[in-house]
């Protein structure tokens, strides 16, 4: 029987030892990523369904503005408050630094939407001030 040199056994299983501490490092580098993917997704999942409607409303009132109906709009706009209440406690959370922008749009269509007599000009910048940061966290 012919021995062979323990050298190149000892390299051979320091080889393999650091391949599997590479794919070890490797899993542990991405399970991090992983993690952060699947909240993303969760999070994007749960703000959809509570932007959309709110999108919508936004996007009928626009409509009935650009049609030149300012009441009609105005009328539509007027459900918007009661929507938000329900909507903000679930966007709040997931808009993450967004949220004093969008919180910032909101105030102002409310606001807005109060006046006695509000302008076209007004109405449509405070819809556009609201439906660009909105649509933007959802990727629209």
């Known amino acids: 029987m012919v021995r062979q040199p323990a050298l190149p056994k000892l390299a051979a ?7 599997l501490l590479s794919g070890c490092q490797q899993v542990s580098q991405t399970m991090p990523d992983a993690v952060r993917d699947a909240a993303t997704a969760t999070g994007q999942a749960a703000l959809t369904p509570a932007v959309t409607p709110v999108l919508d409303l936004l996007s009928k009132g626009k409509t009935e503005l650009n049609s030149g109906n300012l009441q009609s709009a105005l009328a539509t706009l007027g459900g918007f408050s009661a929507l938000w ?10 808009a993450g630094d ?10 102002q ?3 807005t939407v109060d006046q006695s ?13 609201l439906m660009g940061p909105l649509s933007a966290l959802i990727g629209k």
């Open 98 to 107: 967004k949220w004093p922008m969008i919180d910032q749009g909101a105030q």
């Open 117 to 129: 007599n509000p302008t076209e000009g007004e109405t449509s910048s405070a819809i556009s001030g």
């Open 13 to 19: 299983a320091a080889l393999a030892g650091g391949l």
């Open 85 to 94: 209440q329900k909507a903000a406690p679930v966007i709040q959370p997931l």
């Open 109 to 111: 269509l409310i606001s």
